[in-house]
Structure formats: C-alpha cells, structure tokens
C-alpha cells in the first residue's frame, strides 16, 4: 500500500480494540514483533524498567526477526 505521507487506511485502529494486545491480535503478530510493538509503545514506562530496557528488549527481538526473514527479502 503507498502512502502520501498523509493518514492511511493501515493505521485506523479496528472497531472493538480496547488495548495493545487487540492490535497485536488484529495485525497477526508473532511473539517477537508483539514485543517489539509493545516495548515501543510503554517505552520506558513499565515499572521496574527503563527506556534502555526497553530498547535493548527492541533490538534484541528486532534481531532475531531479520534473522528468521529469507535472505532475499
């Protein structure tokens, strides 16, 4: 899907969502972006963390992500 910079139809939150893990559900994630996308959104936030927590727990995830993607993606 293009996108003009504008607001696109991908971002529109689905009727129903109450929370997070509603989005995570409606997008179909595995384990590894769920927690990549929860860690951004609380980012820093969550007691007993902080924001480097939470960007190493991005990277960490995000890592292991590119690794399970074919090489020729």
């Known amino acids: 899907m293009k996108s ?3 607001s696109s139809s ?3 939150i689905p009727e129903g969502a109450r929370d997070l893990l509603d989005l995570v559900e409606h997008k179909k994630m ?3 972006i769920g927690n990549i996308f929860k860690a951004c959104y ?6 007993g963390t902080s924001k480097r ?3 190493n727990k991005i990277i960490f995830f995000a890592k292991r992500e590119l690794a399970r993607l074919p090489k020729e993606e």
């Open 4 to 6: 003009d910079g504008g």
């Open 10 to 12: 991908y971002y529109l």
């Open 30 to 32: 595995e384990f590894g």
């Open 42 to 47: 609380r980012l820093g936030e969550k007691d």
């Open 53 to 55: 927590y939470d960007l």
